[in-house]
């Protein structure tokens, strides 16, 4: 099976700008996660969606928003980007229930 | 509500002496319990994961882990370190009792492994 791929890998962006990364989970994954990693806050939730629906979110603003598609994939959005929007943001794939989440190789966001 | 707590930051060994990384969590419920390594400039793998099937787990790479409710401990072990095992290491535990879709993470520990 194919493992969860995230694109683009590398993103450079500046200051008041948008971006949207983009998550593929492993086949028959109904569920998808998102967390952004720094050096300083280490790796923080932001949402999860099955089923195209938010299930959980973390404590983040507004300005970080997602979706899901039918095919269960998934993408997420940082509108007005800023300096400490800089991180790795990683998704991860899981059937839904208790099962283990599965993460992508991450996609390296650096906000100028 | 869910936390882990990783005891060392980071934790230096030679090659071919034992590995041990601390972490301690605090649950609500019967947790599930995971180990991820994640090595320079790469996504996080599953080491190992507990679930209440047993107590103590073994995962990949050597690694193996022990599950002690009376010490709310979960910490994982090696008996000889590789230098391939130099990476970070995250204890983590679910948010929810019926869902994997949250997780919590630990601050994580970094391993040196010396030659």
């Known amino acids: 099976k194919a493992g969860v791929t995230q694109t683009p890998r590398y993103l450079i962006k500046t200051r008041g700008q948008q971006v949207t990364l983009s998550c593929s989970p492993i086949?028959?994954?109904?569920?998808v996660s998102w967390y952004q990693q720094t050096p300083g806050q280490g790796l923080q939730f932001l949402f999860e969606?099955?089923?195209?629906?938010?299930?959980n979110k973390g404590n983040f603003p507004g300005r970080f928003s997602g979706r899901q598609f039918s095919n269960s994939r998934s993408e997420m959005n940082v509108s007005t980007l800023e300096l400490g929007d800089s991180a790795l943001y990683l998704c991860a794939s899981t059937t839904g229930g208790r099962d283990t989440q599965y993460f992508g190789p991450g996609t390296r966001l650096t906000v100028l | 509500a869910q936390s882990v707590t990783q005891l060392d930051s980071h934790v230096s060994v030679s090659e071919g002496t034992p590995v041990l990384l601390r972490c301690n969590y605090s649950?609500?419920?019967?947790?599930?319990l995971f180990w991820y390594v994640q090595h320079p400039n790469k996504g996080l793998q599953l080491l190992l994961k507990?679930?209440?099937?047993?107590?103590l787990v073994k995962g990949i790479n050597g690694f193996e882990a022990e599950f002690k409710k009376s010490e709310t401990s979960f910490h994982l072990t090696k008996p000889s370190a590789h230098m391939s095992d130099a990476a970070e290491y995250f204890c983590v535990v679910t948010a929810f009792y019926n869902q994997g879709g949250k997780l919590i993470f630990g601050q994580g520990t970094e391993l040196s492994v010396k030659p």
């Open positions: 969606y099955f089923s195209e629906t938010q299930r």
């Open positions: 649950s609500s419920y019967s947790p599930s």
């Open positions: 507990y679930t209440s099937a047993a107590t």
């Open positions: 086949s028959g994954h109904r569920s």
